[in-house]
């Protein structure tokens, strides 16, 4: 029988993952906020940031969320019956997906000069083309590492084993802060023009840390010895996983051509509006793997399991607690973001050449983007429902109509949000905007999908605590402006801390005269979890 949590274990494996995350949202803040103060939002970033789609997008479709939503359920399934051959299916496994990683990095890197200016930077001049080019190749080296460390994330969460994978992020963003503060001081001194080449070196340095950090765990999870190159397709198992991938992978795929495209459209507005763009949707990304990364990742293994015994009564309590939980950190996560973001981020960012216009560039598209948090926190926990049923297909279907969706949006968007020749409020915001409705249509369609497909999620339990959490995020959002105009010019640190506390207390006071479960779990698990 396949290994499962009770629903106290999974609160816990999530507080872990969630820690993890927090630990790697801080460190990526830092990143950010390091960045930031280097190079401002400046043309030398926007070819950073555009520099990493490529290498991101082959390791997402070698290696990424694709490979161990695909791996777990059939390495799980096995381990339970036959563990010498789930070991065989790793080992063939991760050999195929390494050599896999390492080809197409070697491809791309020999027709980056091609393929990058035309897909990428197409608005660009031809210097800025020619540095995205050179910085792509150099972070290409990072897919075939990443390749390596995905599958032995897999293995580790598939084991519920959640710590160590839960650092690595933390440990990648490491990495970067280390090229960021000491390589690219190094190379500025030697020749100012190459400063942002310190920036891809550590993200392969912030890649390397990655795999590092996850080695210890082997030995505990039962792999030495076992884990091994193995270069043989026909292993019992492979096919499934492979089976299982493809339609994630198209997903995933369609996923990073969206990303392609913002980056695309950008480069025809005002210098700084990727970098303003991108800085948005890492300050919600962090928001999100508080909210509901944390969940999802905890939860996987156990629905993977629950769905391998035909239990589906826990499976559909589990996935309940789960909604309700990432609904109820999700509204309040939006509204602060949307009311303290511009002081937030002029914490955060505003330092060296960072300067108050492109924190309000920043603040500008955050705003839109926190308007799908809710969205995206019900995908971490919807689609994963699914990979659990061994349903793949579904969410990559609802996903490539969404995707499409989002890059028209996009394109009417950018002509009625904003200024196209700001950057202060510009068009991008219409990229932002875009995200959110398609997300928060494409949650809606899982949501309706999952439903027909087990039978009901119980929709007035879920219903029933979001609701209420709606309205206690509306009454926090109400303290929230009130405290800003009644201290208006006393500075953002002094607003956000106000704000932001007062806004918490006020959220989980309605919450509990609510009486919303989550109001008094949340709190209670965390101290636990602290005192041990």
Do not use: C
Request: hydrophobic content about 60%; charged content about 10%; aromatic content about 6%.
């Amino acid at each position: 029988m396949a290994k499962t949590l009770s629903s106290g274990q999974i609160a816990r494996a999530a507080l872990v993952v969630l820690l993890g995350f927090m630990a790697s949202g801080l460190l990526g803040l830092v990143r950010t906020a390091v960045y930031a103060a280097t190079f401002g939002a400046s043309p030398a970033l926007d070819a950073f940031i555009a520099a990493q789609r490529i290498p991101e997008l082959l390791f997402t479709l070698v290696a990424g969320g694709a490979l161990g939503s695909s791996f777990i359920p059939v390495f799980s399934r096995q381990m339970a019956t036959d563990p010498a051959k789930a070991w065989r299916l790793a080992s063939a496994v991760l050999t195929l997906v390494t050599l896999i990683g390492a080809a197409l990095a070697a491809l791309m890197a020999a027709f980056a000069p091609l393929i990058v200016p035309a897909l990428l930077v197409p608005g660009e001049p031809p210097a800025q083309q020619a540095l995205t080019v050179s910085l792509t190749q150099i972070m290409l080296v990072t897919v075939v590492i990443f390749s390596v460390s995905g599958l032995i994330m897999g293995i580790l969460n598939a084991q519920q084993m959640f710590t160590l994978p839960a650092l690595a992020a933390a440990l990648y963003n490491v990495g970067q802060i280390a090229g960021a503060l000491i390589l690219v001081p190094l190379l500025r001194a030697a020749d100012p023009d190459r400063a942002v080449y310190g920036l891809a070196y550590g993200a392969v340095i912030g890649a390397l840390l990655h795999l590092l950090i996850q080695l210890p765990g082997l030995p505990r999870a039962g792999a030495v010895g076992r884990l091994r190159v193995l270069i043989d397709a026909r292993i019992d198992g492979v096919r499934a996983v492979l089976a299982l991938m493809g339609p994630r992978v198209l997903g995933l795929a369609v996923v990073q051509i969206n990303f392609v495209v913002n980056v695309a459209l950008t480069s025809g507005m005002a210098a700084g509006s990727r970098t303003a763009l991108t800085m948005a949707w890492t300050l919600m990304f962090f928001v999100l793997g508080v909210v509901a990364q944390s969940v999802g990742t905890a939860l996987f293994p156990t629905l993977a399991g629950l769905a391998a015994n035909g239990d589906m009564d826990r499976y559909k309590a589990r996935l309940r607690e789960a909604l309700r939980g990432v609904l109820f950190l999700a509204f309040p996560a939006a509204v602060g973001l949307i009311l303290l973001g511009a002081p937030l981020i002029q914490v955060l960012l505003q330092y060296g050449a960072w300067d108050a216009a492109a924190t309000r560039a920043t603040a500008w598209a955050l705003a839109f983007y926190a308007l799908g948090i809710a969205g995206h926190g019900l995908l971490e926990v919807l689609s994963r429902a699914f990979y659990a049923l061994a349903d793949t297909w579904t969410p990559v279907r609802v996903g490539i109509l969404s995707i499409a969706a989002n890059i028209t949006l996009s394109l009417v968007l950018i002509r009625v949000i904003g200024d196209p020749s700001s950057a202060e409020n510009g068009a991008f915001g219409g990229l932002a905007l875009a995200n959110s409705i398609t997300t928060l249509l494409e949650a809606a369609a899982l949501w309706l999908l999952l439903r027909r497909r087990i039978g009901g999620l119980g929709d007035p339990s879920v219903v029933g605590g979001a609701l209420p959490a709606l309205a206690a995020a509306v009454g926090m959002g109400a303290a929230i402006w009130l405290v800003q105009a009644a201290i208006r010019d006393a500075g953002a640190l002094l607003t956000l801390i106000v704000g932001g506390t007062l806004g918490g207390v006020i959220f989980f006071a309605l919450a509990l005269i609510f009486r919303i479960d989550e109001a008094r779990a949340i709190p209670l698990l965390i101290l636990r979890r602290l005192r041990r």
